[in-house]
Nanobody, 115 residues
Framework: QVQLVESGGGLVQPGGSLRLSCTAS????????SGWYRQAPGKQRELVAS???????NYADSVSGRFTIFRENAKNTMYLQMNSLKFEDTAVYYC?????????WGQGTQVTVSS
């Protein structure tokens, strides 16, 4: 069974930074497509960033240039570095791993951007 454990969420002021972490057990991130989603109240869950097994990253337009997704394969950990945070980035962020069409999810971590 795949288990994804997230950390790094919290309260941050606009313009600040956070780094989210997601550590996997049972599977190796670098062998699959993975990414970060977020969901704000009243909105559908949206893809924030994804990274392919070969390392190619893609970003939602809303975060492009501000967020960076990357892995440290030796730690089997995926990160989302979030800079220049905005109010609209407030959401629950979910780590995702897709294996043969099946999605596995972290528990979610709350990111709140507030002055």
């Amino acid at each position: 069974q795949v288990q994804l454990v997230e950390s790094g969420g919290g309260l941050v002021q606009p313009g600040g930074s956070l780094r989210l972490s997601c550590t996997a057990s049972g599977r190796i991130f670098s062998m699959y497509r993975s990414g970060w989603y977020r969901q704000a109240p009243g909105k559908q869950r949206e893809l924030v960033a994804s990274i392919e097994a070969i390392g190619i990253a893609n970003y939602a337009d809303s975060v492009s240039g501000r967020f960076t997704i990357f892995r440290e394969n030796a730690k089997n950990t995926m990160y989302l570095q979030m800079n220049s945070l905005k109010f609209e980035d407030t959401a629950v962020y979910y780590c995702n791993l897709r294996i043969s069409g099946t999605d596995y999810w972290g528990q979610g971590t709350q990111v709140t951007v507030s002055s």
